[in-house]
């Protein structure tokens, strides 16, 4: 049964969701616990409006329930509803609305939060109880999404750079007498290197947390409960509470972080933690938040620590494209999630939920997502995202997989980054073109290829690599919209040296691969979980 505050009269009744367990929120403002209370509830909903992973399953109901001991043990009075709780509703606004209908607080307030579905959904129930839901500016964030729509208006395109270098000043971070430290703002010149042949050599290890008992208990219950779900958990160590991710933090910024700007682009076969932070998924549970994580990199930079090249492109993730992605995700939704510019149609590959594929970087990516929630930026982008841009999948099933996988998904960061930088689904509102790429540049960049049977040198053939078929069948069928873009319009003039007979050769064995004639491994016989359709 659901774990109920003490309170007979609540002034102030603070939600607090799965991404918010941040004991510094604006929601606990004025918090007083002779009067006010605590409401949080895990609903089944929350992991089957997409086909979540196990992993990403068990990081929200692991670091909530860790959470919920937090504000026990400051004595803070708390209603929680655990998931395997008798009579449980299943999800997030009957839950609200039961607790409501028992006990009428005086007002209810909670921190922005992360998803419009969510909010709605929560506000609704509010209102129909004849309260006002009252929601708080998100501090965890250096800007808020007023500020950003006033950066916004009247621009037909936005481009984090400029912002990016507004926040940079406004927050005077990595500057100098009003001005970049280093003569730039950014320094992707210097950074983004190969591990070229001899491989990344010894990496630092993961920061690995071993499940305690309260994490453990929910491994149990997502393996009962979720066990048709893709992925395993037999891997489990993330950061669940604040202390780990604060140790997760630290470490980065020791043992990874010099490198990191060097190699934030490469790819390793067998390697899936490199140099990159690990720590987004902290982040978005607000485990962490942005302004400290922020300052722990420069502090390193001035202490002599980081080179400038490192430092300077992790901050632009956090001060830049964190920000520049929340401010697109509210200042466009609702309509934006149906965005869909280049008119794709397609279904998204049935082996994106099981790995099974015999194209050797996308069976790494899919296969290390499916186990540990987690790849690099540049696997999502310009493998995983890549291969669905070319196919011409539907970006709404791109946007819910993504969703479904990752541990740091929430939709304010992940649709974004999804549908317009990934899928172009925007038009180029975020990016400026379409990142469009042979399977050349997954080789350069260290991708698996040299044990894959397709040659990305090939866009014909059977041995051709899918990604530079399909490549080619992308310039062709978007010709003309590529032709107007500045940055994309060389591209398509290679197209003009194509004949007629390869032109034909590159569609048919593109729709081959469309209709799941390539990429499959022949001898598969293996079963296979059907995933939610989207």
């Not at 933690?273 to 987004?280: G, R």
């Not at 942005?290 to 722990?296: C, K």
């Not at 869909?340 to 997502?369: H, I, K």
């Not at 304010?412 to 925007?426: A, F, H, I, K, R």
């Given at each position: 049964m659901a774990r109920h505050s003490t309170l007979t009269h609540v002034r102030t009744l603070v939600l607090v969701l799965g991404d918010q367990l941040d004991m510094e929120a604006t929601a606990f403002d004025g918090f007083d616990r002779a009067q006010d209370a605590v409401w949080m509830a895990e609903a089944a909903e929350e992991s089957t409006h997409v086909w979540s992973s196990?992993?990403?399953?068990?990081?929200?109901?692991?670091?909530?329930?860790?959470?919920?001991?937090?504000?026990?043990?400051?004595?803070?009075?708390?209603?929680?509803?655990?998931?395997?709780?008798?009579?449980?509703?299943?999800?997030?606004?009957?839950?609200?609305?039961?607790?409501?209908?028992?006990?009428?607080?005086?007002?209810?307030?909670?921190?922005?939060?992360?998803?419009?579905?969510?909010?709605?959904?929560?506000?609704?129930?509010?209102?129909?109880?004849?309260?006002?839901?009252?929601?708080?500016?998100?501090?965890h964030f250096f800007t808020t999404v007023r500020e950003f729509a006033a950066h916004a208006k009247?621009?037909?395109?936005?481009?984090?750079?400029?912002?990016?270098?507004?926040?940079?000043?406004?927050?005077?971070?990595?500057?100098?007498?009003?001005?970049?430290?280093?003569?730039?703002?950014?320094?992707?010149?210097?950074?983004?290197?190969?591990?070229?042949?001899?491989?990344?050599g010894t990496v630092p290890a993961r920061a690995a947390f071993p499940p305690d008992a309260i994490t453990r208990e929910v491994i149990a219950l997502v393996e009962s409960r979720f066990a048709r779900h893709p992925g395993t958990l037999a891997s489990f160590a993330w950061p669940v509470t604040r202390e780990q991710a604060l140790e997760a933090l630290e470490r980065f910024v020791e043992e990874r972080l010099p490198l990191f700007g060097r190699y934030e682009d490469a790819m390793w076969p067998g390697e899936p933690w490199l140099y990159h932070s690990h720590l987004s998924a902290a982040l978005n549970l607000k485990l962490l938040s942005a302004r400290e994580v922020v300052h722990a990199a420069e502090l390193a930079y001035h202490a002599g620590r980081v080179p400038l090249p490192s430092a300077e492109g992790f901050i632009r993730q956090i001060l830049g494209w964190r920000e520049y992605v929340r401010g697109i995700y509210w200042t466009q939704m609702p309509g934006y999630a149906d965005r869909n510019a280049l008119d794709a149609v397609f279904d998204l590959p049935a082996w994106y939920w099981t790995g099974d594929t015999d194209m050797a970087?996308?069976?790494?990516?899919?296969?290390?997502?499916?186990?540990?929630?987690?790849?690099?930026?540049?696997?999502?982008?310009?493998?995983?995202?890549?291969?669905?841009?070319?196919?011409?999948?539907?970006?709404?099933?791109?946007?819910?997989?993504?969703?479904?996988?990752?541990?740091?998904?929430?939709?304010?960061?992940?649709?974004?980054?999804?549908?317009?930088?990934?899928?172009?689904?925007?038009?180029?509102?975020?990016?400026?073109?379409?990142?469009?790429?042979?399977?050349?540049?997954?080789?350069?960049?260290g991708g698996p290829c040299s044990s894959c049977r397709y040659d990305p040198a090939r866009r014909t053939g059977d041995r051709a690599c899918p990604y530079t078929t399909l490549y080619w069948d992308f310039l062709m069928r978007h010709e003309k919209l590529l032709s107007t873009n500045a940055r994309t319009a060389l591209q398509v003039k290679n197209v003009a040296r194509l004949s007629p007979a390869e032109r034909d050769a590159i569609a048919q064995r593109a729709e081959a691969i469309r209709q799941g004639q390539v990429g499959i491994p022949s001898s598969d016989t293996a079963e296979t979980t059907e995933p939610m359709l989207f």
């Amino acid at each position: 049964m659901a774990r109920h505050s003490t309170l007979t009269h609540v002034r102030t009744l603070v939600l607090v969701l799965g991404d918010q367990l941040d004991m510094e929120a604006t929601a606990f403002d004025g918090f007083d616990r002779a009067q006010d209370a605590v409401w949080m509830a895990e609903a089944a909903e929350e992991s089957t409006h997409v086909w979540s992973s196990k992993q990403r399953i068990a990081i929200f109901l692991a670091a909530m329930r860790h959470f919920a001991q937090t504000l026990r043990d400051a004595g803070m009075p708390l209603t929680y509803t655990r998931l395997d709780d008798a009579g449980n509703r299943g999800t997030l606004a009957a839950e609200l609305r039961a607790y409501l209908s028992t006990l009428t607080p005086q007002r209810v307030v909670m921190t922005a939060p992360g998803d419009w579905r969510v909010w709605q959904s929560l506000k609704a129930v509010v209102e129909n109880a004849g309260l006002t839901l009252e929601v708080r500016e998100d501090r965890h964030f250096f800007t808020t999404v007023r500020e950003f729509a006033a950066h916004a208006k009247g621009r037909k395109s936005l481009r984090l750079e400029y912002f990016y270098r507004e926040l940079r000043q406004r927050h005077k971070v990595l500057m100098q007498d009003g001005a970049p430290i280093g003569g730039r703002w950014n320094f992707d010149a210097d950074n983004r290197e190969t591990f070229g042949p001899e491989g990344p050599g010894t990496v630092p290890a993961r920061a690995a947390f071993p499940p305690d008992a309260i994490t453990r208990e929910v491994i149990a219950l997502v393996e009962s409960r979720f066990a048709r779900h893709p992925g395993t958990l037999a891997s489990f160590a993330w950061p669940v509470t604040r202390e780990q991710a604060l140790e997760a933090l630290e470490r980065f910024v020791e043992e990874r972080l010099p490198l990191f700007g060097r190699y934030e682009d490469a790819m390793w076969p067998g390697e899936p933690w490199l140099y990159h932070s690990h720590l987004s998924a902290a982040l978005n549970l607000k485990l962490l938040s942005a302004r400290e994580v922020v300052h722990a990199a420069e502090l390193a930079y001035h202490a002599g620590r980081v080179p400038l090249p490192s430092a300077e492109g992790f901050i632009r993730q956090i001060l830049g494209w964190r920000e520049y992605v929340r401010g697109i995700y509210w200042t466009q939704m609702p309509g934006y999630a149906d965005r869909n510019a280049l008119d794709a149609v397609f279904d998204l590959p049935a082996w994106y939920w099981t790995g099974d594929t015999d194209m050797a970087c996308l069976r790494e990516a899919l296969s290390q997502t499916l186990q540990h929630g987690y790849a690099h930026h540049i696997q999502r982008l310009m493998v995983t995202g890549l291969f669905t841009l070319l196919m011409g999948v539907r970006p709404q099933q791109v946007h819910a997989w993504y969703l479904a996988v990752y541990v740091d998904a929430v939709e304010w960061v992940e649709l974004p980054n999804t549908l317009g930088m990934s899928q172009y689904g925007d038009g180029g509102l975020m990016a400026s073109k379409p990142y469009i790429a042979t399977g050349k540049y997954i080789e350069r960049m260290g991708g698996p290829c040299s044990s894959c049977r397709y040659d990305p040198a090939r866009r014909t053939g059977d041995r051709a690599c899918p990604y530079t078929t399909l490549y080619w069948d992308f310039l062709m069928r978007h010709e003309k919209l590529l032709s107007t873009n500045a940055r994309t319009a060389l591209q398509v003039k290679n197209v003009a040296r194509l004949s007629p007979a390869e032109r034909d050769a590159i569609a048919q064995r593109a729709e081959a691969i469309r209709q799941g004639q390539v990429g499959i491994p022949s001898s598969d016989t293996a079963e296979t979980t059907e995933p939610m359709l989207f």
